[in-house]
């Protein structure tokens, strides 16, 4: 059962915009956060985490492009400069526990909660 769900994915061209979105479907507790990508065959990579407004980490790839944040507990990730090498499914994750956003490195299985993903098809 899906306590996450996500929204906000589409087809872009380079350069351009997405601002995806992850809203809780239980009051499932979410003190760390995160947004990770997949491509087919392909292991989850995180994009971006977040813990209490204070802590967020992103991957070197998407620095100064991507925007991780929250508001009225919706966890939102602002995708600018998009790049053809963003595209895959993106999923929203939480986790009561903070390991995975204060670690250098956040793993899939830092994160217990997980969203059903959702689309970004980035062209040239």
């Known amino acids: 059962q899906m306590e996450l769900s996500e929204s906000g994915g589409g087809s872009v061209q380079a350069g351009g915009s997405l601002k995806l979105s992850c809203v809780p479907l239980?009051?499932?507790?979410?003190?760390?956060m995160a947004w990770f990508r997949q491509n087919p065959g392909q292991e989850r990579q995180a994009v971006a985490t977040?813990?209490?407004?204070?802590t967020k980490w992103y991957t070197d790839s998407v620095k100064g492009r991507f925007t991780i944040d929250e508001e009225r507990n919706i966890l939102y990730l602002q995708m600018t400069y998009l790049k053809p090498e963003d595209s895959g499914k993106y999923y929203c994750?939480?986790?009561?526990?903070?390991?995975?956003?204060?670690?250098?490195?956040?793993?899939?299985?830092?994160?217990?909660?997980w969203g059903q993903g959702t689309q970004v098809t980035v062209s040239t």
């Open positions: 994750a939480a986790d009561p526990a903070s390991y995975g956003c204060f670690s250098d490195s956040p793993r899939e299985d830092h994160f217990r909660t």
């Open positions: 239980t009051s499932v507790r979410r003190d760390c």
């Open positions: 977040y813990y209490g407004h204070t």
